[in-house]
DNA sequence: ATGAAAGCGCTAACAA
DNA sequence: TTGTTAGCGCTTTCAT
């Protein structure tokens, strides 16, 4: 591969020179600029990015760490990330933690290993513990760059987060569907295991705080039997789905913590001949590109990951910039109604009267 | 941050020996060694992998070109990609080239800059002309690994290829249609402009020629009013059923050339009032996790990403252990019947007799 | 079993 | 306007 010396020996000058003409830092004459980029060209030389990265200290990569790229909600946020950064030059690292907690440890070792400028970590509590976290500035005396996203618990003292208000997005679903006239309203909600669900196992534990507040606050307070589990994936919602919707009596609206998990509901619903939104409403929580395309179109509160990711790199490159920076406000949620919620149907509820 | 002289100091040998003690590439004194690591744990030493991989000229990294991550078939390539090259130590750098050739290139010549070890082009035929690609090997005397996936084109001589028989799979979309009866068919076919239609701007052509063939074979060749254009997007796909539902003798069914498209049809097909698969039978193509969860459940050609993305790396590893290397034997499709497809039904056809 | 020293490819003072 | 030189942090051959 061709080196900056290649070039410099072949244009009869010195490195220095062919560097300083690359980068502009000082004035070349126009002949010597000239010759230089003839060779530049001829020989194919790319300037080495890892030697420079050395010497500068710079990488111009940042990390990423997701639960899950499969999940479109953060393949979005990671396509976001990239159209985002890349006028800067960035590059982005994504990587999946799995919500495994001594992975995540690795690959963000590991992300530090390879020198990234900064990280973003974009995961729910739990599923990333502070700890974890906290570790990485524990020994260094420079704190890497570092912000968090979407973080479900309280405001992390470490790092500056972009918020989401998940407690009113939860109210929103709730009282949507309340408003509409439902009175048994079923949840399906994030969590590490389905036997023991204690609050400290709930990974979207603020969503379900909000929900159950609004609907105490109108007097009808969760029925426990209609809260599911699931874990975030299609599959999840749809078993979650089939064991409430074949309950004595079956809720007549499903809140689901996320789009994926609302799909699966959907998919539930149909398979046992239940239609939406007639006999179950349905509402969801991301709004990925797809469910605008469902059949029926999904009704689900808006996070957009855009927005999030924008938030996280104009944090992360004023911090790169050595900045101080606080949390921005908390994002704030907007529930689009679409076509899978509507009034509950009483010709065709299983609940008629309680 | 902490370098290996510090560590070296405070343990009282040279870098050489804490070199030694974290490769294990020569026998160290019990001794030393835990002393080392003790130092290594106590000041947080991360050995840097930039300066490793300037001096061993391995970056331990590999470029992924797709065409967009935000189409959950890519995105779950990446995520095949991470998963499988994670115990190896590699890291991805996943790039979008939104079928941008200009932006490709840059893209691409970034990858060369931060030495990637190699790259995976996973990508239709003139989302990414071969000359951009072969200009990436044009001025080195070594050849950086390269390998192509699902490349829609011709075998590609300047790098080993997975391929895909699209071919076949068009066919097999088509005659599963019409051995339920189907006679009046659609498609939906990726292209670069919906004005010029010529052959050559069309992206997905192999699996329309695979659909054509077959429909000529038996007899019923494709009506070009119902040869509908999109643009992989789900978006796109609506549109062009929006099209060719609304025509005076729409089709009783349509094959979607890519599953994001295939559930926009299914989209329109529901807005206008049109029954999937009674009315309408939709046979999408790729095997997106999602589309198994659609309702109905989507009926369609299956490529699994994961497979692709496995034997992919596998070439590639072996090119970067310097291997000769020839492209595996092409990837055979397979459809999936769901939900989606059904014998045209007379009774609610528009299509009565022609 | 350990150390010394060279060098990966580049940038940025410091000289000239 | 251009050259010289000293590293960035590591690995590895050659000594000891």
Redesign the interface.
Known sequence: ??TIYDVAKAAGVTAATVSYVLSGKRPVSKATRERVMRYVQ???Y??????R??IKQR?KTIGLVVP???N?FY??M??AA??ITYAA?F??????TYRDEHLAQNLL??L????VDGIIVASEISSLAEETIQSLN???T?TLPLVLCLWEGNEPSFAPAVRFDFCTAGRQAAEHLLNLGHRRIGIVVDAISSDGVTLETIRHFARLAGFQQALIQRGYPLDQSLLGIGSSS??SG?KAAYRLLQLPVPPTAIFATND?MA??V??AA?ELGIH?PHQLSIVGFDDI??VA?????LTTVIMRSSTVMEQALDLLFRMIEGKQVASPPILQPTLVVRGSTAPPDAKHSHSVDY
């Open positions: 591969v061709t001829e020989l194919g790319r300037p080495n990015q890892i030697a990265s050395l990488t899950n790229i499969g479109p393949a979005e990671a396509e990239e159209r030059g590059r982005i690292f994504v990587t999946n070792d590991d530090l290993s390879r020198r524990a020994t260094s420079i299609l599959e749809k994926l799909l699966g959907m998919s149909w939406v590109g797809l395309y469902s059949t029926p179109p």
